[in-house]
């Protein structure tokens, strides 16, 4: 079996020490068989750190603190783990006493004993590189036990030897099934309590992604941002939100019966690009709602568009306000430094990561982060209202299914340990291929590659709004080419299959699975489709579908008022209207029951609770009959024609009542802070950005 390389690198000014240190320890290695990992030392001088922190196979840094004080051991930490992040620091010290504060352990710079030296090491690396549930669980399957519990397919028995299904058996693969457990099964641990394998799994992922507390989620991203949601919020809490996060949130405050105050992101109208929130807006709405409980941003968005969040973060700590950080995209950013800072890193108590989108975890497989809460201590050090982790661990139960996929936990495991031992090594191939796309389409083709100032527009311009490099945006209607129909024939003539479009824009992710060869071939797709003939036969496509003109995109409207609660809206029973004949004048006014969403881009028109705007009522119409190549979430039928559920009149009085209650109690509650101005909680409008 070939063994993984990990090198070992001593930081020292002391040259002579150095060279006796790796001649004791290399024979060590050498003749260690037994370890799965193949230990190399070697040296460098402080001048050397970032060059040696550069080469991915270095996975412990060892810092020599001779002619060091213990400001400048910190500064080599930090310079380390601004670049590296997830590798382990040792501290060699000559002193009888060192903090070794930061440092997984500390070791005596006069130890004689090399072989405790090397087995310290060599323990410190097997650690991280453990997967303890997926090892139980594939000790577990090649014990062959006799499986008399559910699920009923046992093993994949019910599958193999049936003439009907077996072809699925053998497609799927014999560890589909046989992975394919549940909680009968004591020495895998339960996800709803974990006590041993599972919860040691999610102890490495918090180290690994610099959390406080780690939990693994097998619902997605959707499920994750509903527990944190129910965590932290009850009936007529205030949460300030981007209007344009994933409709999980929105679910949320449906689920919890808070109160949304919606913040307006900037809008590239001519790309179709839904950006971040102006910064200055998030800190108006944050003055005018000091009763707000939480602040839900996504970074980075679908198109890569990351916040800078530590002013955000600290700006919302100061006002009392627990934030929320929606990292669906994002789960990649602590392994390179050109990703950093993360979130955690700029101090969000919660943060959610769809594993499965940009790192080697399945589909669904999703994880929270908790941070650390420091913000909520007084001077004195006593902290208040800390996390909650028992409570925490009942919403989850909530939403987790008994039944839990075994095979997703296992991958979560994996992909863990993937990026705490090679994340830096592959992302910074992945960042090479990301750029290599880009300069070949500005150079080889007539489309162009976008960047982050050419996605935010003015509105953006000075928040510090960076790019996700693995997110390539490729404007193809400079070109004349329409970008629903070049995203057909992309899959159709090249087999390539695209994440997203908008009318002139394609949108290519690029992961740590993206590969030399598939490179090659999207490069030769994209100088075809470039081609003059190429490009004509994408308008005879297009005329095919009697489209003379390339699919133009619709705008978002302002959101308009929030007069009921969005809870309240969405359980009533409603009455539906179509929008044809007398329906269209008969909707304007009325409150609308569900979230109307066109798909892509997945940004509600309308939420539950909101008043129906004419110009609401006119988009949702042009989504509908204009878009094709699109789904709409939340709409009825009504005598066959599309309807909108809205609230009865006599619903509606009652809403409103419950709704103004709301703000009675500003007498009551001033002295605590949870007043809140009518006039901001609907929403908090910007000028939307057109470029």
């Not at 099964?185 to 919860?199: E, G, H, Q």
């Not at 913040?263 to 839904?274: D, W």
């Not at 968005?301 to 934030?323: E, K, N, Q, S, W």
Request: glycine residues 8%; aromatic residues 8%.
């Amino acid at each position: 079996m070939t063994k993984s390389p990990c090198e070992v690198v001593l930081l020292t000014g002391d040259g002579v020490f150095a060279s006796r240190w790796i001649e004791e320890l290399t024979p060590l290695a050498e003749h260690d068989t037994d370890a799965p990992i193949a230990l190399a030392f070697t040296y460098a001088s402080e001048g050397g750190l970032e060059s040696a922190l550069a080469r991915g196979a270095v996975q412990v840094l060892v810092v020599d603190d001779q002619g060091l004080d213990e400001d400048g051991v910190s500064t080599i930490l930090a310079r380390v783990r601004a670049q590296r992040a997830e590798i382990d620091c040792v501290l060699l010290t000559g002193a009888d006493e060192a903090s070794g504060t930061g440092f997984e352990c500390v070791i005596s710079r006069g130890e004689s004993n090399y072989g405790v030296v090397y087995r310290t090491l060599r323990r410190i690396l097997l650690e991280r590189i453990a997967t303890p549930f997926a090892d139980a669980l594939r000790e577990y399957v090649y014990a062959a036990r006799d499986s008399w519990h559910t699920p009923g397919h046992s093993s994949g028995d019910s599958l193999s030897t049936s003439p009907w299904i077996a072809d699925f058996y053998r497609f799927m693969g014999e560890h589909i099934f046989n992975t394919d457990l549940s909680v009968s099964v004591k020495m895998l641990d339960s996800l709803m309590d974990p006590i041993s394998v599972i919860r040691q799994a999610q102890q490495l992922t918090a180290k690994t992604f610099g959390a406080h507390q780690s939990y693994f989620v097998t619902n997605g991203t959707s499920t994750s941002n509903k527990i944190v949601l129910q965590h932290l919020l009850r009936h007529g809490d205030r949460v300030i939100v981007d209007r344009n996060c994933h409709k999980s949130v929105h679910h949320a405050m449906i689920m919890s019966g808070a109160l949304p105050v919606y913040l307006e992101s900037a809008v590239n109208q001519h790309f179709g690009i839904y950006g971040p929130v102006p910064q200055r807006e998030i800190f108006r709405a944050i003055d005018a709602n000091p009763g707000a409980r939480l602040l839900v941003l996504t970074s980075c968005t679908y198109d890569g568009l990351r916040y800078d969040l530590r002013p955000i973060i600290d700006y919302a700590h100061a006002a009392g306000l627990y934030v929320l950080i929606d990292e669906a995209w994002y789960a990649h950013g602590r392994f390179h430094p050109a990703l950093r800072p993360t979130a955690l890193e700029c101090g969000a108590d919660f943060v959610t990561q769809s594993t499965h989108k940009m790192l080697s975890a399945f589909s669904q497989a999703s994880m929270i982060h908790v941070g650390d809460f420091s913000w909520q201590s007084s001077g004195d050090g006593e902290a208040h209202d800390a996390f909650d982790a028992a409570g925490f661990r009942e919403d989850i139960n909530m939403h987790t299914s008994t039944s839990p996929q075994y095979g997703m936990i296992a991958s979560l495991d994996v992909a863990r340990k993937q990026m705490s031992i090679e994340g830096y090594e592959v992302l910074d191939r992945t960042l090479g291929f990301a750029e290599e796309i880009r300069q070949f389409v500005d150079q080889n083709t007539v489309f162009r590659s976008l960047n982050a100032e050419d996605l935010c527009g003015q509105a953006l311009a000075n928040d510090g709004i960076r790019l996700d490099p693995t997110k390539v945006t490729i404007d193809v209607g400079q070109a004349g080419v329409s970008a629903p129909h070049a995203q057909a024939l992309l899959f159709s003539d090249f087999g390539i299959q695209v994440e997203k479009n908008t009318h002139n824009t394609l949108s290519f992710l690029v992961t740590i699975g993206t590969t030399e060869s598939k490179v090659l071939r999207l490069k030769q797709a994209l100088r075809k489709l470039s081609d003059g003939a190429y490009r004509i036969r994408v308008r005879r496509v297009a005329a095919a579908g009697n489209e003379e003109e390339p699919v133009r995109g619709q705008g978002l409207p302002n959101l308009s008022a929030i007069v009921v609660l969005p809870r309240t809206a969405y359980f009533a029973r409603g009455e539906k209207l179509a929008w044809e004949g007398d329906g269209r004048a008969e909707l304007i006014g009325r409150i609308a029951c569900d979230e109307v969403v066109p798909y892509p881009p997945g940004i509600p028109l309308l939420v539950p609770g909101q008043k129906i705007t004419q110009r609401i009522l006119d988009a949702i119409i042009a989504f509908t009959s204009e878009r094709a190549d699109l789904e709409m979430h939340g709409l009825r039928r009504e005598g066959g024609l599309p309807a909108i559920r809205v609230l009865t009149e006599s619903e509606t009085a009652l809403a409103m009542k419950e709704y103004e209650e709301l703000f009675t109690q500003e007498s009551t509650e001033a002295s605590s802070g949870l007043v809140v101005s009518k006039a901001v909680v609907s929403t908090v409008d910007t000028a939307r950005e057109v470029v």
